[in-house]
């Protein structure tokens, strides 16, 4: 499956981003496209494997899913697809689309870390 491929590599990289802070992982939120060919499903159902025995272990993915959005030069206009049919016509004048300005991506948007009692005391 190819989500757990990406899901293992967020988690790697957040391992990575935290290796200096302390506390657990709570959540996270990463961004994608409907054109990023990631099945929002499966990446929630890959991610508690990828998260398994880490610090990220029982941590909630939150999928931001960003629709795809294009510029049309005969319209001069910007319009969001109804769904990624992969057909790319401009759903009011049907020309042909040249430029996709959102619906590729795969980011880490942010990630939530429980509270840590700090050790210092006053
Ligand atoms: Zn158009």
Redesign the pocket.
């Known amino acids: 499956m190819h989500e757990l491929s990406i899901a293992l590599r967020a988690v790697e990289t957040i391992l990575e981003d935290l290796a200096e802070q302390n506390g657990k992982v709570m959540s996270v939120q990463i961004r994608v496209g409907a054109l990023s060919g990631v099945v929002p499903d499966s990446l929630r159902f890959a991610w508690d494997v990828a998260c398994a025995d880490t610090r990220l272990s029982g941590s909630t993915l939150e999928i931001e899913e960003v629709p795809v959005r294009i510029w049309?030069?005969?319209?001069q206009?910007e319009?969001t697809l109804p769904d990624a049919d992969f057909v790319f016509r401009?759903?009011?004048?049907?020309?042909s689309i040249t430029e996709v300005l959102a619906g590729r991506e795969l980011e880490i948007l942010s990630v939530e870390i429980s509270e840590y009692e700090s050790p210092q005391a006053d």
């Open positions: 049309c030069e005969s319209c206009r319009h401009c759903p009011i004048c049907a020309a």
